[in-house]
């Protein structure tokens, strides 16, 4: 079962416009929440993450929203460009016992920037 | 790149031999993990490792096993490979985070594309 919805699957957005990708979750043991970046052939990159404890992080042109009550969180990306174009993965992750934190992934949200 | 490699880039094999996939990291960090990629599935976490000789199960870890005799390595053993594990699979590092900002961060390697016919 999917711990982290995403939204929208695909995305179109003209360039200089806003990108606006979405997820929910249900398990409240969460803490830690990143995004991920991902160019075809390529892992995924590590763009920006949050913690619980605050509602916004702004690296760039890239914003991460976190609502606690509602259990939901957003990418922004301002100024979307066309090398902007990717897949991009929503996780959240939590630590349990000793072993790790591994993280739950959203399906992902292809992001087309068109010139 | 965080330092991580991963061998085979691209295999084929044929269905009931078995596989490995090597990972390979220089970061010297205690967390390993191996993830899928399927379409319409995001990434899923197939084993993890909290260090040398300890590891567990993920979401995904029937008809896969791991072994990791060195921090550096993280091999991921396809017993008896069957088309339904034909993916895209990527090994992650993560160090142990005590400070801001550190904690959890995961970082990819470059892939492993596995066909199974």
């Given at each position: 079962q999917q711990q982290v919805k995403q939204s929208p699957q695909s995305l179109i957005v003209q360039k200089g416009g806003i990108s606006i990708i979405n997820c929910a979750y249900e398990?409240?043991?969460?803490d830690y929440f990143p995004w991920y970046q991902q160019f075809p052939g390529k892992g995924p990159a590590l763009l920006i993450a949050i913690r619980p404890d605050v509602s916004e992080k702004k690296e760039g042109r890239f914003t991460i929203s976190f609502n606690k009550s509602a259990k939901q969180f957003s990418l922004h990306i301002m100024d979307?460009?066309?090398?902007?174009?990717a897949t991009y993965f929503c996780a959240a992750s939590y630590e349990y016992s000793n072993s790790g934190y591994a993280l739950n992934f959203g399906k992902g949200t292809s992001l087309l920037v068109t010139p | 790149d965080a330092g991580i490699t991963q061998s085979p880039r691209h295999k084929v094999t044929e269905t009931g031999t078995p596989v490995t996939l090597r990972c390979h990291q220089?970061?010297?960090?205690?967390y390993m993990y191996w993830y899928r990629q399927d379409p319409g599935h995001g990434l899923r976490l197939i084993h993890y490792s909290y260090g040398v000789k300890d590891t567990d199960k993920g979401e995904?870890?029937?008809?896969y096993s791991v072994s990791r005799s060195k921090t550096e390595d993280f091999l991921l053993t396809l017993e008896s490979a069957t088309s339904s594990q034909t993916s895209v699979y990527f090994c992650a590092i993560s160090e142990e985070g005590i400070s801001p900002g550190l904690t959890y961060e995961q970082y990819f390697g470059p892939g492993t594309r596995l066909t199974v016919t």
């Open positions: 398990n409240t043991a969460f979307s460009q066309p090398g902007d174009s | 220089t970061e010297n960090h205690r995904v870890s029937d008809g």
